[in-house]
């Protein structure tokens, strides 16, 4: 079937309501607070349900990605905007700040399948995104309500991917964006972007929570708009990952979904996409997730062990420090993730995530540290017999292989490659005929 798309199918007469978990305070789509202004409790987008569901909205969805993106708006084009009913269908096309982004490869490698113990794992790679990683889904959301309620600039409190993709977003929006980040080590790649990208930068003595508390005073007193992981237009943005993998399998569930998890985040907008899909028609199965922990930043993992009883912290140690977490923001709705997926909750040593890093990098896919967790969750869970053999598994790689080069080449170097001398012209010769004497049989 064919669906015309014009400017007035874009801007929705439908708004979404804000509201608030904790108290059930409700606010307009346009509101410029990223927490409850009464409780300050989380906030989360309802949208009205879309005139089509079904085959009709997977229709609608499948005719955006076809031949018609080309042509058409540059929201259709954009794998989170295409999805706009579920993400913000009252934002007009002008209001829309798009790159675009999303449209990241499902890619299958044997080398990673075979690894992993289950022949049919596909890789879902966010490190193809714009900023390299899986959060400009997010900020391209929250960047476009900044330009919908007139933000005079925008601020997060992050040592990482969430601050390259913000000042990336914040430039082509035009609004000034700033940066808090704790005193201490940031990961070059990372780093490199945000000031290339021109938000300003403010290195805070203190550590992260103080960062956090200054961005809520200052947005509190100066008027300017936090996009912290907490925003609730971050999550409608990032639930795209599942919606857009679901369409590459033609709407046909997998039986696994599996993801890194630190702040739970992700954890929560995938359980939110796939509540809403599963309602709205699109699938018919609910795919079970996943949620991969680092043994030394694994509260939810614990939690997960004794089905969830207590709310948990830990004192968080791993090198994959884009989940080096120990008071994850999003349990409770991470919780009901799990609960709605029949899922499942892992803790992997960062032994067997950086042996997963080195299978992903060394196929030509790479990742950074983090994302590898998620394979080596599901080798995990192969081998104790949880996922099968031959189970449908996606693992969605967060972030790009140079989002930390340093850890990418201590994993090569350790392994003895990379460190040699430098040869004569001789020896080099020498060298490569070795080479491939070697690896010729
Ligand atoms: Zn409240």
Redesign the pocket.
Known sequence: MSVTLTPSSIASEQRSTVR?A??G?TLDDRTARAT?P????LLAVEHVAPKATGAALRALFDERLGAASYRGSAADRSGVWRFRELVLPAARPEEIVSHPEGNTPLVARDAVASFAGASGLRLKHEGHNPSASFKDRGMTAALTQARRIGARAVACASTGNTSASLAAYAAQAGIPAFVLVPEGRVSTGKLAQTLAYGAHMIRLRGDFDDCLELAREASEQLGIYLVNSLNPFRVEGQKTIVLELLQQLGWESPDWIALPAGNLGNTAAFGKALREAHALGLIDRVPRLLAVQAAGAAPFAAGFADDFATRRRVRAETAATAIRIGDPASWDRAVEAIRFTQGHVVAVSDAEIFAAKRVIDACGVGCEPASAASVAGVRTLVERGVIGRDERVVSVLTGHLLKDPDAALAARVAGGLGAEEPLTRDEALGHLERVLASSSH
Request: hydrophobic share 10%.
């Open positions: 608030c904790s108290c305070a409850c009464n409780c300050g409790g």
